[in-house]
């Protein structure tokens, strides 16, 4: 026996692949689920490579003209990190789509890409990635997925998806649910999920209490890599609001701000709050310090804003 080798149990139905021996006795085989287990030698027979082309059963012939059949769901594309014990989850992409997917999945850490595999996914299927560890989650680099989307035969054009993740704490543990295809408990994740349009007048209206409709929250853009918070640039009507209420503005734009920086997996950002009295300053290094997906922030451009802007570099 062999590391790669193909194993079925003599006792048992299940089949898998040799990780690794253990001793002289017992070797590790990952089964089809991405389960790895103990299993003693005896218990393991070698599958030959020749014995799905002997045993091959004969399809039989229908002249029959197939029925074409209508895609019924073109979305439905999952991360899902699969429960192994209590630190140990393994990646799994699933396509729980009618269509075939081209894909590519990296890191990205900083400014270094590192490609951890590229291949087709079938229909209603899953193919495993790779395992993490939970205790050094806030190391985690951000994940880059590309995906085509192909259909034989007519059919409506779907643009190719790029989508750049990383993932925070507070949302990640909370999205355990039963996984697509796979059937097992997961933290889930729809990677094709269209986000929600937003509609900046009702933000503005309810930081001020003028509509008290409820705002959904949704998936907002990349900013840009400069954000302006003085507040001739938040709002036109600044002359009519007094010091606190100014103040509070600022914040929550830094604030939601920088959130949607972490959340497209930006790996800097600019505020600039000017000089001024400092007090804007001061609450904004008081919050980064706090913030566990901030790296570490210092006094950005001087030559161009003196004192007066903050890069914040994100982990």
Known sequence: MNIGDKVRMLHGREEGIITRFLDNKLVEIEIEDGFRIPVLRTELAIVSAEEAVRFKRETPVDDRQPVSREV????????????INDTALALYLINNTDLELPYTIGEVQQENYKGLQAGVLKARTSVKIQEVNTKNFENWPAYLLQFLFFKAGAGAIQEPLTKKIRFRANTF???KQTAPVLGKDAYVFQV??????????????ALYGENTAEVKPARLPAPARETDLHIEKLSKDHAKMGSPQILQLQLQTFESTLDQAIANGMEEIIFIHGVGNGVLRTEIHKRLSKNKQVEYFKDAMKEKFGYGATLVKIK
């Not at 094709?192 to 209206?205: C, L, S, V």
């Open 72 to 83: 019924f769901a073109n979305k439905g594309v999952y991360m899902a990190f699969l429960l």
């Open 173 to 175: 543990f909370k999205s």
């Open 192 to 205: 094709d999920k269209e986000a929600t349009e937003i509609q900046p007048q009702k933000i503005t209206d």
